[in-house]
Each structure stands twice: as structure tokens, then as C-alpha cells.
T-cell receptor
Framework: KAGVTQTPRYLIKTRGQQVTLSCSPI?????VSWYQQTPGQGLQFLFE???????NKGNFPGRFSGRQFSNSRSEMNVSTLELGDSALYLC??????????????FGDGTRLSIL | GESVGLHLPTLSVQEGDNSIINCAYS??????FIWYKQESGKGPQFIID?????DKRQGQRVTVLLNKTVKHLSLQIAATQPGDSAVYFC???????????FGQGTELSVKP
């Protein structure tokens, strides 16, 4: 079974631009969560989508947004990029987001660099 | 954000020894915990999980211990191998849905 797939793997943007990252969850997984990983802040939760609806949201500004499609694939968008947005963005999927238990499985991330 | 990254603690062990990685979690309401392994250039990889109604759970070469009284979690790796070298994160969950709160991570270095 294929794992979580994130594209692209690497991205370079400049300040003020916007970017869209893509995530394909494991087949059959309905919940998709996004995380930001930086050396200074570690792994931080951005948001979670389940059945095309955002169910949980972390403490990030509104420049960070996402969506989920009917096939459970998800995209994350960051607008008006800032230098501090440089990070590894990770997507994770889980089988049944309606329950509390059950691990999330991560992709290898998109490395976003802002110049 | 809720996960504050600090200088990563490092654990250095000899190949074949047992490793113990510790984690203090933040909220007594958390009732599901997961250990992840992250190798360089890759995303976190699921190792083992445990619910709060358990004190111990074993997997292949790994054991997780949960002490709810002091909000402490540990991961024990038996017969540590060079391939175990990575950063290990504990994560806690307290709500329905997907939000995980991650610890700062511990870097495990295995000397051959």
C-alpha cells in the first residue's frame, strides 16, 4: 500500500509570493493533518481536514489555509510568504479521524525555502 | 505554537545496548500517545502507540511505558542497532480528530 505522498519535495519562493502544497493520503484514510517543522519551534499542528471539512486548527495566522477534496487528497496554501515560513511542511493521514485513537502516518514533507 | 523546539537532547549508545528515551507530556487530559522516529530527510515514522488505560505496551524490540501520575512516557529500544539512529518524538493527543502535540525530540546516536 502506498504511503502518504507529498509534492513537491522542495520549493523555493520569495517573500510576498504564495504557495500551494499537495498531499495524497494513504488509500482509505479520510483524515489529513498538516504540520510545520522548524528547528526553533519543532513540530507544530496547522490544521486537520476530515470529509472535506476543517475540523481542527492550530495557532497559525490566516495566511495558512487548506482544503480537502472528495477523494481525501488535501492541499495547503500559504499566502504572502514571509522569511519565517521557511520550514518542512508535513502531511499526515489516519484511517478514521472521527475517533481519537489510531496513529497518523506521515509523508516525507515539502521543504519550503523563502528567499 | 504549542510545541516549542529547544536544543535537542542527545542520547549516545553502543550498538547492542538498550536505549531509553524519555518524554514528559504536558496535559493530564491527554489519553493517547505515540512515538515516532524521524530520519534525516524523511517524515516521522510511526513506532508504537499506547492509550492511557495501559501502563506498558510492547512491540518488536520496542516497549513504551506510561506513567500518568508524573505525566511521563518512555521508549525502550532493545539491542539498539545503527539503523536506530534518528530523532525520536513523543506525541500526545487529547481531543477527537487529528491534532497531535509533539515533544521536542531526542536524537539517538548509535555507535558501532
Amino acid at each position: 500500500k502506498a504511503g502518504v505522498t507529498q509534492t513537491p519535495r522542495y520549493l523555493i519562493k520569495t517573500r510576498g509570493q504564495q504557495v500551494t502544497l499537495s498531499c495524497s493520503p494513504i488509500s482509505g484514510h479520510r483524515s489529513v493533518s498538516w504540520y510545520q517543522q522548524t528547528p526553533g519551534q519543532g513540530l507544530q499542528f496547522l490544521f486537520e481536514y476530515f470529509s472535506e471539512t476543517q475540523r481542527n486548527k492550530g495557532n497559525f495566522p490566516g495566511r495558512f489555509s487548506g482544503r480537502q477534496f472528495s477523494n481525501s487528497r488535501s492541499e495547503m496554501n500559504v499566502s504572502t510568504l514571509e522569511l519565517g515560513d521557511s520550514a518542512l511542511y508535513l502531511c499526515a493521514s489516519s484511517l478514521d479521524g472521527s475517533g481519537k485513537y489510531g496513529p497518523q502516518h506521515f509523508g516525507d514533507g515539502t521543504r519550503l525555502s523563502i528567499l | 505554537g504549542e510545541s516549542v523546539g529547544l536544543h535537542l537532547p542527545t542520547l549516545s549508545v553502543q550498538e547492542g545496548d538498550n536505549s531509553i528515551i524519555n518524554c514528559a507530556y504536558s496535559n493530564s487530559a491527554s489519553d493517547y500517545f505515540i512515538w515516532y522516529k524521524q530520519e534525516s530527510g524523511k517524515g516521522p515514522q510511526f513506532i508504537i502507540d499506547i492509550r492511557s488505560n495501559m501502563d506498558k505496551r510492547q512491540g518488536q524490540r520496542v516497549t513504551v511505558l506510561l506513567n500518568k501520575t508524573v505525566k511521563h512516557l518512555s521508549l525502550q529500544i532493545a539491542a539498539t542497532q545503527p539503523g536506530d539512529s534518528a530523532v525520536y518524538f513523543c506525541a500526545e493527543k487529547r481531543d477527537q480528530g487529528g491534532k497531535l502535540i509533539f515533544g521536542q525530540g531526542t536524537e539517538l546516536s548509535v555507535k558501532p
